[in-house]
């Protein structure tokens, strides 16, 4: 059985952070065993994820170096890690740019011995963006996975850059209008702030 925890980045210049984390906790809490905002659970996990993906390396982030592991998540809003029997078998890396909308996955790996793992952790994804009134999540994907992201319903670039629009009802989400009336006051919020965080642009997306 596939259990999900997630933290936020207390680091994180995002406003939308502590928000994504009050919405995860109010609406989504049930998909997690772990709901975290603490630096010392971060840096823990950032630990947990590095040692993990060494120790599993023929299946767990194939290709891409420790350094570009650890940087993804330093520069993370928030992870979300999918765990087996307390072990980690996939995880992925968010940015929240509230100033357009935008969730931006920066890594998103899943081990290649359990099928379906990549799947369920895009789905909480999207109900996340969903619940939390994001409009679009975008990703850069390896060419092999372009194939995984097609059908669930995003478009790519020549460059491999995917993208989704996120509707209204995922997930049995509702109006999101009706639903988190707050969430519009965010929006212009975030949109009138002029420093931006910087996202990471150089990831390499699994699945």
């Given at each position: 059985?596939?259990r999900?925890?997630?933290?936020?980045?207390?680091?994180s210049t995002s406003?939308?952070v502590?928000?994504t984390?009050?919405?995860?906790?109010?609406?989504?809490?049930s998909?997690?065993?772990k709901?975290?905002f603490s630096?010392?659970?971060?840096?823990?996990?950032?630990?947990?994820i590095?040692s993990?993906?060494?120790?599993e390396s023929?299946?767990l982030?194939v290709?891409?170096k420790?350094?570009?592991?650890?940087?993804n998540?330093n520069?993370?809003?928030v992870?979300?890690?999918a765990l087996?029997?307390?072990?980690?078998?996939g995880f992925v890396?968010?940015?929240?740019?509230g100033?357009?909308?935008?969730?931006?996955?920066?890594l998103?790996?899943?081990?290649n011995?359990?099928?379906?793992?990549g799947?369920y952790i895009?789905?909480?994804v999207?109900s996340?963006a969903?619940h939390a009134?994001f409009?679009?999540i975008?990703l850069e994907?390896v060419?092999?996975a372009?194939?995984?992201y097609?059908?669930?319903g995003?478009s790519?670039?020549k460059l491999?850059?995917?993208k989704?629009t996120?509707?209204?009802?995922f997930m049995?989400g509702?109006?999101r209008?009706?639903?988190?009336?707050?969430?519009i006051?965010?929006?212009?919020?975030?949109k009138s702030?002029?420093?931006?965080?910087?996202?990471?642009?150089?990831?390499?997306?699994?699945t």
């Amino acid at each position: 059985m596939i259990r999900l925890n997630i933290f936020f980045n207390p680091k994180s210049t995002s406003e939308w952070v502590p928000y994504t984390k009050e919405i995860v906790t109010t609406s989504l809490a049930s998909e997690f065993d772990k709901i975290e905002f603490s630096l010392e659970e971060f840096n823990r996990i950032q630990t947990q994820i590095i040692s993990t993906t060494v120790t599993e390396s023929k299946n767990l982030c194939v290709g891409i170096k420790k350094v570009n592991i650890t940087q993804n998540i330093n520069t993370s809003d928030v992870i979300m890690t999918a765990l087996i029997d307390t072990v980690i078998h996939g995880f992925v890396t968010m940015n929240l740019q509230g100033d357009t909308q935008t969730i931006h996955i920066g890594l998103i790996c899943a081990n290649n011995n359990y099928k379906g793992i990549g799947y369920y952790i895009m789905n909480i994804v999207e109900s996340i963006a969903t619940h939390a009134s994001f409009s679009e999540i975008k990703l850069e994907s390896v060419t092999n996975a372009v194939g995984f992201y097609i059908k669930k319903g995003y478009s790519c670039d020549k460059l491999c850059k995917m993208k989704k629009t996120i509707g209204a009802s995922f997930m049995g989400g509702g109006n999101r209008k009706s639903k988190h009336a707050k969430n519009i006051k965010m929006r212009l919020k975030c949109k009138s702030k002029k420093n931006k965080p910087n996202i990471n642009k150089h990831s390499i997306t699994h699945t």
